[in-house]
């Protein structure tokens, strides 16, 4: 009996599941702290391969994708039919690797057609070198990052809030985030906050927890090839769709890097906990766990369009 009841729990808590033509996939919802507790456990993330039969271009797209974001010792698939090498954190930023990701969907989008072999050429070592060093020569001031996440912050939440959901998680942050907003403008000069004790500038602020969230990027890693894999390619997907919904989960990763930087800030600069990771990742992707329409009209009425350019999708990011 107990045995039964443990197994519905994960049915309906920890499992998503999309029908595909000729196969079924199961994915894990990180809105689940289980979820993240099996994400920061494993030592690698394995995503099963699409069947021969079913393997469609976007399917290849996923695939090269999450080779990108999975560390070298976690292949995603056992047929070794592209040949690029995962970056890890260690190697470039999980920024920079969102930033890849979206200027390669961006190109791919913008051709007539998409085939193996155009996939293949844009996720090659050789194309990948070039953007990584095209990306790297791009200034993306740390100040303009900064203050768009802490409004695109306010703004996800204000509806939550209203209605009174995780109050115990965000009026704390967004008492702090708005305060920023009107009282602290000036990203380089320094700036004391009510009950914190720092007298330093923002600037000096965001890249001393720069340091602090590089050390869970291993779970970021995780976590974000969990979220490609779950929802990037669904069921009667275009490639128009796996643009928005890259957009989407960048919004997300934003959200819950600015929600930590408050936290991290309120803790009094202390270490980024697991305990405090787990709830934010937990809350954010709660939060941002809307149905395809919603996503498409949340971006139409907050963004001037529904696909960004890159620049946009920089500027969130950052490096």
């Known amino acids: ?4 009841k443990h197994g519905l729990f994960l049915n309906i808590f920890l499992f998503g599941k999309h029908r595909f033509p000729c196969h079924i996939e199961e994915t894990l919802m990180p809105c689940c702290p289980a979820v993240i507790d099996l994400l920061e456990q494993a030592d690698a993330s394995q995503f099963p391969d699409v ?16 080779r990108l974001l999975l560390p070298a010792s976690s292949p995603v698939c056992s047929v070794e039919d592209y040949s690029i090498e995962p970056c890890s954190a260690e190697i470039c930023s999980t920024e920079d690797l969102l930033l890849k990701i979206h200027y390669i969907l961006q190109e791919l989008y913008r051709n007539d057609s998409l085939d193996e072999t155009l996939i293949r050429d844009y996720f090659s070592a050789d194309t990948l070198s070039q953007l990584s060093d095209a ?24 509806n939550y809030q209203s209605e009174k959901l995780y109050c115990d998680f965000l009026n704390p942050i967004l008492s702090l985030s708005e305060y920023i907003s009107e009282s ?11 009950s914190l004790d720092t007298g330093t500038s923002l600037s000096e602020l965001w890249s001393d927890f720069q340091i602090r969230f590089s050390e869970v990027q291993p779970l970021m890693l995780k976590f974000l090839a969990n979220e490609i894999f779950s929802d990037l ?8 769709d796996l643009l928005i919904r890259i957009q989407w989960i960048a919004l997300e990763y934003s959200a819950i890097r600015q929600s930590l930087f408050l936290q991290w800030l309120q803790n009094n600069r202390s270490t980024l906990t697991f305990e405090m990771v787990r709830r934010t990742l937990v809350i954010i992707t709660r939060m941002t766990g809307y149905e395809e329409e919603d996503i498409r009209k949340y971006l139409t009425n907050s963004f001037e369009a529904l ?5 946009y999708f920089a500027l969130i990011l950052g490096h």
């Open 233 to 240: 390619v669904t069921p009667d997907s275009y490639l128009e």
């Open 135 to 158: 990306i790297q020569s791009i200034h993306l001031p740390a100040e303009d990052t900064f203050f768009e996440c802490n409004e695109l912050l306010q703004d996800l939440a204000v």
């Open 1 to 4: 009996m107990q045995a039964g």
């Open 51 to 66: 069947p021969t039969e079913c393997d469609t271009p976007l399917f290849q797209i996923r695939r090269n994708i999450l």
């Open 307 to 311: 696909i960004w350019d890159w620049g």
């Open 184 to 194: 602290a403008t000036d990203f380089m000069h320094p700036v004391s906050f009510p």
